[in-house]
């Protein structure tokens, strides 16, 4: 099974592109961030003809996350567990969700399609907002593993954190003032291994970047970030034979400022129908 996660800064401007994508990939699973449009206004007939069933999670024309699969979906969450919420001048936990997390079930493996807060400042309330995010959903998969032992499970997406310094090439980020490289982020999402939550693409791609934004000729330059991460349970983690990050789909017409972000899975053992031999 191929699964793969595209923050694809607006599926109606870029729909037909990233379907062409999936398909010559060949791709059975995407979960795509900064979807930003309703679940209403999602172009689903043009990935219906390709073959693909997509879920939605989407309010307005912000964040939004959705999963496109050609296997089929189940136990569809909205949200994950102490998922907190934000809103400018909201302060205390009935603050309103963002349509920023939507999981599934494909084929047994969980997967999560997550667009993490960007924090914008070190001193804005929204990355307070950020790490209490991260700190929750780290909790979650903790949780989550240990009501379901030995079960796959995937976190998927833009996580707006560079974790390392090899991470981080675009120079306008610089240490003590800018968000993504702060000790506090970095300590969030370290949290992750802590919790069996491992990067599964950095063993196989230790290198390269997923995101570079528009302005002052970063692709070219490649002053970009790693961002987008596929990150796995041991289950998962067991099971992953290839990654890759899609550069070349940073090039062309009106591409997105982030790449995909692939993992190749082995089948489940459990599902060998091959003859057995004595």
Known sequence: MRIATWNVNSIRTRKQRVVDWLVAADIDVLAMQEIKCKNEQFPIEVFEEAGYEVQIHGLNQWNGVAVASRRPMTDVEVGFSG??????????????????????????????????????????????????????LSADAERWQRENPGAPLALTGDFNVAPTDADMGDPSFVPGVSTHISPAERAAFARFEQVAMTDVVRPLVPEGYTFWDYKQLRFPRDEGMRIDFVLGSPAFADRVVDARIEREQRKGDAPSDHVPVVVELSEDEDDDDRPMIF
């Open 83 to 136: 998922q907190p919420g934000f809103a400018k001048g909201h302060d205390g936990p009935d603050a309103p969700q963002e349509a920023r997390a939507l999981g599934v079930t494909v084929d047994g493996v969980r997967v999560w399609s997550l667009y993490i807060p960007n924090g914008r400042a070190l001193d804005d309330p929204h990355m307070d907002y950020k790490l209490r995010f991260l700190e929750a």
